[in-house]
């Protein structure tokens, strides 16, 4: 019986052992025909399919397990986020739609091969390439034409444009997943470029797989269909929303955290525009006032944007045809405000014209993440551009609201630049931190700079008694005894062999004499003294002593010095500020009646041998700057 026993399990393994070749042999035959007879019966394995579609849609090189490259591949990660089954999540439906934008891949031509036109394999029967899905090509094309036009929108981060020649590894570097940027861009604000999003939801829109990628929000589970019955929406229980020509919404308010969160949401996905520049001002507590009402900035933003999805509860509310909200009049956007393009454009108009502050934070339409700001900060610096209009009109509109944009508080924001004579006490003096803001204050400028004047025509003469001085203590040479075919005697000091009048230590010539020495040549030594002769009328002045170097450096020190302050004595007048350029020229004339003597040498002189009585108050000498010449000049005493 035992034997028996036995041996009918030897042939239930074998016939199992024979089940699962044949099995095989048939499975790999319809991989190779489809159309076999035989495979109407083959069970394609959804574990297997799902494994080879995750195979083509992992990226290695991208450190990503799941590529949005091509768009199937996006939503086979989709379908993965919910439970329930749909039709398109099909993993044999999504692998053929992934392989219909792929050239060449195993896989895929194994799956092509098995789902082609006459096959007999059931589940090929039940599944397709998925009609009317854009091409992952189309789809990162238009993000990035849409992120290469506005590029603060939310979504743009995650997909960057790449130059013309870049592989496409790199490309899908920079942008990952198309589908999921084209989506987060389009679901924050409808822009040209969105139609390509609305076709791949109209195609999807019975797919709850999909709703994160159509409405931003992912379709609730039945689990949690209880959680939210109690959730108060705009839409749910605001009736005035959706229908603001009930009289009984005269008064009605819209609750701050629907505001709040339409702001929030607005300001998130276009942090440049001017409304949430505005908004950014009454948060951080630069601006205060009616105008920073939560409602007033909505409106300003979605009076300029109303197309995108976070204006919706508004513009229902207030731009409705019969709409009789009084909060829509009593709460009104921010008159004369300049639109987020007009800020932009005016911009970077000015600023092609003039190199002014604030123009190195907006340089293209695609480089300005704040024009608001650029603009304040420009037509603050020069009110009278052409441009600046409307800008002040807004400011004028709002009174004292937003001090530090207008300029309008006592000590916010820069003064104007006016490049004509005026009075007042606010201006920029040399450093945008100096700008004197009181009477105290501007006193204290106009005191600084007479002083600055007066220091300056100190140092100039000082240099003056400083040469003076060095004249003083170098002896002067008589010219008939020693500058004249003389001899100097050895001398200890470089100044003393540095004499004043010395010039040609040969006395060749210096007085209209000759000398005694025998000036027979030769050839060669006139070739000679030619060359030493010209040596010397080309690099003569390099030559210098030791002690005149000294002097040099004193010299250089005192110039540059002195040419600094008188530069920026020069622009300080140049603010046109008529009592700072009283105070400068007042302080130079101080200067020089306090200083202007210096210089005069009273005594005797000595010329062409003779000395004569000099009168201190006739004779001002100023010739301390050149050394007296040979003979027949003037010494310094």
Known sequence: ???????????????????????????????????????????????????????????????????????????????????????????????????????????????????????????????????????????????????????????????????????????????????????????????????????????????????????????????????????????????????????????????????????????????????????TACTNGTAEGDWCSPFSLLGTICEEMSSMRDCSNYNSLCFSPGSVVAQCSTEKPIP???????????????????????????????????????????????????????????????????????????????????MWLHTGIRDIVLIKEWVPTNGGYYFGTLVACFFGAVLVQWLKAFRIQQELTWASKRPILPCRNIACGGRLEDQKSDDERDPIGAGNSSGEGCCGGSSSKDTTETTGQRVKNFGVRAFDELFGWCKFTKAQFKRNIVRSAFSGIVVFLDYMLMLIVMTFNIGIIVAVVFGYMVGALLMGHIGEKAGSITSGGATAAVDPAAEVDVRFMEPPSCCGSTGIL
């Open 336 to 418: 004369s405000a300049p639109s987020t393009e007009e800020a932009t454009n005016t911009v970077i108009s000015l600023c092609s014209d003039h190199g002014m502050v604030g123009c190195e934070k907006c340089t293209s339409i695609s480089n300005c993440p704040h024009p608001l700001d650029s603009l304040s900060e420009i037509c603050l610096g020069m009110p009278y551009m052409a441009g600046c209009s409307k800008f002040f009109a807004m400011c004028t509109s709002t009174g004292d609201d937003f001090s530090q944009l207008c300029g309008t508080g006592e000590e916010q924001g820069l003064p104007p630049m006016r």
């Open 1 to 279: 019986m035992k034997m028996y026993t036995d041996k009918s399990k030897g042939l239930i393994f074998v016939a199992v052992l024979l089940l699962l070749v044949g099995s095989g042999r048939a499975q790999e035959e319809c991989f190779t025909d489809p159309s076999s007879d035989a495979c109407s019966t083959f069970e394609v394995s959804q574990d297997q399919v799902t494994q080879s579609l995750d195979a083509i849609c992992k990226e290695e090189s991208l450190g990503v397990s799941q590529s949005g490259w091509p768009t199937g591949c996006s939503m086979a990660a989709a379908c993965k986020t919910v439970s329930q089954t749909d039709s398109m999540c099909n993993p044999l439906s999504l692998l053929l739609t992934t392989c219909s934008e792929i050239d060449s891949n195993q896989e895929c031509t194994k799956y092509q091969r098995l789902c082609s036109d006459g096959t007999n394999v059931p589940a090929c029967k039940e599944s397709s390439v998925i009609e009317g899905i854009p091409s992952v090509d189309t789809i990162y094309q238009a993000t990035i034409n849409m992120c290469n036009a506005m590029p603060d929108m939310v979504g743009c981060e995650t997909c960057k444009d790449v130059p013309k020649d870049s592989t496409e590894l790199v490309i899908r570097q920079q942008c990952p997943n198309p589908l999921q940027s084209i989506s987060t861009v389009c679901l924050g604000m409808w822009m040209t470029g969105c139609e390509i999003w609305v076709d791949f939801c109209k195609v999807t829109a019975e797919e709850s797989a999909f709703s994160s990628l159509c409405t931003g929000k992912p379709t609730p589970s039945a689990a949690d269909m209880g959680d939210m019955e109690n959730t108060n929406t705009a839409s749910s229980n605001d009736s005035c929303i959706s229908d603001p020509t009930q009289a009984s919404c005269a008064d009605y308010i819209m609750p701050e955290s629907i505001v709040q969160e339409d702001l929030e949401n607005l300001c998130i996905s276009m942090p440049n525009m001017v409304g949430c520049s505005f908004r």
